[in-house]
């Protein structure tokens, strides 16, 4: 995914289920807040 060009939310609704967005949000902060 190319979050740097694209908003993190659009990517994941397009690319992903809605199921899975609220994991993969959690996932993606976690990383962020260590990077």
């Given at each position: 995914?190319?979050?740097?060009?694209?908003?993190?939310?659009?990517?994941?609704?397009v690319a992903f289920?809605?199921?899975?967005?609220?994991?993969?949000?959690?996932?993606?902060?976690?990383?962020?807040?260590?990077?």
């Amino acid at each position: 995914l190319n979050c740097d060009k694209m908003p993190l939310n659009y990517t994941l609704k397009v690319a992903f289920p809605d199921k899975r967005i609220h994991a993969l949000r959690a996932r993606h902060n976690r990383l962020k807040k260590f990077a």
